[in-house]
């Protein structure tokens, strides 16, 4: 099989890339992020203004024992970060029953916003400053969509092209599936976004990865192409000791796939592990996924 990288022989990236559009463009999305965080917004003034200080306004919204709405939380917890502290990042926030508010405000309480400060600014906050706080707290709320409309229609593609084979895994947001589910023999973290499989023998043929970057760059872009480097590590190792063979396949698109660091690696890992590794877009699908290919040895 051979091993020559099919991507460098691409010399305009850009002509293989599936653009899929957010749909979030300004002036159009304003409207629907101030109706959705407007009552978050409001609510959080309500907390400020009945607060004594601002470490018990976090203290107010992570307190474990009021029912409250995950996703109101989540929006206290992004206006906390906005309007008081951005050191306070939400992932940690928002672990409320794992992290006591007590690391935050000893740690990190001389980044918070004096209370009377804070009191002040939401008692005179204009409409333009909720739209302005409003977009903000929606900048990612489309973040990951892309990637399920690509993996959707991968699977769409590969369902209608193939009969003999099966694909599974999330289409949309959804648990990803580990390697040691597959392979009972490996050891460790290798979440995978879909398993190919022939269904007449249930044999394992390919592994993927599914990724849509609208943009790419610098550390963003080592991070990814790193990543998929020690998947292809992880895969070679394990079949050079089980002696099981499948393919592994990164389904990789949008303009940031383009990137040149990104783009560059990606041609050095597409045709590695003796031509089992491919990187295609879903441009390229048709011609790089094959029924010769998946059950080649």
């Not at 009021?66 to 996703?71: A, G, I, P, S, T």
């Not at 959707?152 to 959804?174: C, H, K, M, Q, Y």
Request: charged share 25%; hydrophobic share 35%.
């Amino acid at each position: 099989m051979s091993n020559k990288s099919y991507l460098s022989t691409i010399t305009d990236p850009h002509s293989i890339i599936t653009p899929i559009s957010s749909g979030a463009t300004f002036p159009e999305f304003l409207e629907e992020k101030l109706s959705k965080y407007k009552p978050y917004i409001e609510e959080f003034g309500k907390i400020v203004e009945a607060s004594n200080s601002s470490s018990q306004v976090l203290e107010r919204i992570r307190d474990a024992s009021v029912r409250m709405d995950k996703d109101k939380r989540m929006s206290f917890l992004k206006i906390f970060r906005r309007c008081v502290s951005p050191v306070c990042d939400t992932e940690a926030t928002k672990k409320i029953t794992k992290i006591p508010n007590s690391i935050f405000v000893e740690n990190y309480g001389h980044t918070f916003k004096p209370i009377k400060k804070l009191k002040k600014q939401f008692e005179e906050i204009s409409i333009g400053q909720l739209s302005a706080l409003s977009v903000l707290l929606g900048e990612y709320d489309n973040r990951g969509e892309q990637g399920y409309v690509l993996t959707d229609l991968f699977f769409t593609w590969f369902e209608e092209t193939f009969e003999n084979f099966s694909i599974v895994g999330p289409r949309g947001a959804g648990k990803d599936i580990q390697l040691s589910s597959v392979f009972q023999e490996f050891t460790g973290e290798c979440p995978c976004d879909f398993v190919i499989k022939e269904i007449k023998t249930s044999r394992v043929l390919a592994i993927g990865f599914a990724r849509y970057d609208s943009t790419r760059g610098g550390a963003q872009s080592d991070d990814r192409t790193g990543g998929n480097a020690d998947k292809v590590s992880k895969a070679k190792q394990l079949c050079k000791q089980t002696g099981h063979s499948f393919k592994v396949i990164f389904l990789a698109d949008g303009p940031g796939f383009s990137h040149r660091d990104t783009w560059e690696e990606a041609c050095r890992l597409d045709g590695s592990m003796n031509g089992q590794v491919r990187l295609t877009t879903l441009k390229t699908a048709p011609q790089r996924i094959t029924q010769d290919w998946l059950l080649s040895d």
